[in-house]
């Protein structure tokens, strides 16, 4: 793509573990868009190697920070600010996990203990990352901070268990959060709501085939590839989208908006005439 949209922006970029990571396309597409940024996931993400490439391919520098430690952010949103060479104009958080569901634990039997460390890592974290900024002064005026959710938060998805909980929390934050970021520097805040996807996250989620495939169904444009959601965030970092705030956007190819489809009438009805 010849445009520079983010030309002269510098960023962020939390999430990219392989690249089928949602993050990772987002990172490929800033980059032909002309930004600067870092990157970082979690200590023990960096040990399966896969971000070396991406960050080769983006010349960009490579910062571990687990989400949950303001010790870690601290350190990754002063490191950025340096070496990008001054405030930071977007941030991706795009990080989810719940050892419940990793771990098979029925909704109805979940472990607290692991309650709290989904909501930490998958909602709290967002928190964080904004707190830790906030206190630093590190976002420019009109930056644009997007985290990536999912319509369990507003449905039940009955296989999604507590990561329900915690995309409704991120989704909350995300609105108040922009309220205060808006009023001080006036820095944006959104939730991007994405169709499944074939991630290692989205993967992990029991019987992800027959819900990406209800999805496709249900979808009149079908479900929105990553590479698609990579499209969207790229035009959520830029000027273009600068009056947009508080918002929980919804990139599913029309799924939220759809009570059944044809394709699911047509399936439903040759079940029941067989
Ligand atoms: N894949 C889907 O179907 C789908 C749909 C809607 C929303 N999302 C959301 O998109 C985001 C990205 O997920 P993905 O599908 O690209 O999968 P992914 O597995 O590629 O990305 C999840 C990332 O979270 C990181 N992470 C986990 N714990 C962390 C911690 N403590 N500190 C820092 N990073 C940590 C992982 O290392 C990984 O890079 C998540 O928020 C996910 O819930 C995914």
Redesign the pocket.
Known sequence: MAQQLLKGKRGII?????E????WKVAEKCFEQGATFTLT??PI?MRMGAINQLAEKCNAEIIP????SIEDLEKLISRSVEVLGGKIDFILH????SPNVRKNRAYTDLSYEFLMKTLD??AV?FHKVLQTAYKQDAISEWGSVLG???IAAQRTFPSYSDMAEAKATLESIGRSFGYHYGKHRKVRVNTIS????W????SGVKGFDAFFNYADKLSPLGNASADACADYCVFMFSDLSRMITMQNLYHDGGFSSVGVSQEIMDMLMGDSEA
């Open positions: 939390f999430g990219a573990l392989d089928s990571s949602i993050a996931n979690a993400a920070a687990d989400a949950t795009s990080i989810g996990m890592v998958s974290s990536l959710t999912y994405q169709s499944p996807t991630t290692t996250a989205g």
